[in-house]
């Protein structure tokens, strides 16, 4: 079965699950969801073990928080937050050889709702489902084609305006 690593935090966590069920429900994707209560700590974090590497050369190499509890996880991850995508990126480095991607409320924007906000910004539910979908296709494991059928399905227009370029 296919898997995905979805990584949440703050508000966003909620879209985050409920992304991991439109995943499950619409194209049989599993998808463990990890709740991130600070990228800024988890990249300190990160940081001060590669530093305690570098300084201990003949010792085995330390790994962050985040690297050890995802190492035995499958697929690409997904790191969804409603701040901008370098408080996510902070983590990049961690994450080794897999495919990470990120999502984030850069650029300005005005909605009426928080749920039109979170469109806006393409980090609700239906954004992060098809971010994990594309991360599976461009990792060779699922058709290109179900990336499509969720923008299709989730009737998310992929000609609009990008909230980093108003």
């Given amino acids: 079965a296919l898997r995905v690593q979805l990584l949440g935090s703050g508000a966003i966590l909620g879209e985050t699950l409920a992304a991991a069920d439109l995943?499950?429900?619409d194209f049989g994707v599993a998808a463990d969801v990890w709740s991130v209560t600070s990228?800024?700590?988890l990249g300190r974090d990160g940081q001060e073990a590669e530093r305690w590497s570098r300084l201990h050369p003949l010792e085995d190499r330390r790994r962050g928080y985040a690297e050890t509890v995802l190492a035995d996880s499958e697929g690409p991850v997904v790191a969804a937050t409603d701040y901008m995508k370098t408080v996510a990126e902070q983590i990049r480095p961690l994450m080794?050889?897999?495919r990470y991607v990120?999502?984030?409320t850069d650029g300005f924007?005005?909605?009426d709702?928080?749920?039109a906000l979170r469109a806006y910004f393409e980090v609700d539910r239906h954004h992060i489902a098809l971010a994990a979908l594309k991360a599976l296709a461009d990792d060779g494991l699922m058709p290109r084609d179900c990336a499509a059928d969720a923008?299709?399905?989730y009737g998310i227009d992929p000609?609009?305006?990008s909230a980093a370029r108003p």
């Fill in 23 to 25: 995943l499950r429900q």
């Fill in 39 to 41: 990228y800024s700590e």
């Fill in 96 to 98: 080794q050889d897999r």
């Fill in 102 to 104: 990120t999502l984030g």
């Fill in 109 to 111: 924007g005005r909605s």
């Fill in 113 to 115: 709702t928080r749920t």
């Fill in 151 to 153: 923008i299709a399905r």
């Fill in 159 to 161: 000609e609009a305006v």
